[in-house]
């Protein structure tokens, strides 16, 4: 279950929108990895 997190609380709503499309992530670096790039931050993985 993932739980409603506040748009202010920036990193986690970006955490929580990535685990709705990141497919069977495996660590929290695996979250933020686009296309083979690892980001930063979860927002910058988003965008």
Same mark, same amino acid.
């Given at each position: 279950?993932?739980? *409603? *997190?506040? &748009?202010? %609380? $920036?990193? @986690? +709503?970006? !955490?929580?929108?990535? !685990? =709705?499309? *990141?497919?069977? &992530?495996? $660590? +929290?670096? %695996?979250?933020?990895?686009?296309?083979?790039?690892? =980001?930063?931050?979860?927002?910058?993985? @988003?965008?």
């Amino acid at each position: 279950r993932v739980y *409603v *997190v506040h &748009p202010k %609380n $920036s990193e @986690c +709503f970006y !955490l929580r929108i990535l !685990l =709705h499309v *990141v497919k069977g &992530p495996t $660590s +929290f670096e %695996n979250v933020r990895t686009v296309q083979g790039i690892t =980001h930063n931050t979860y927002q910058a993985a @988003c965008k």
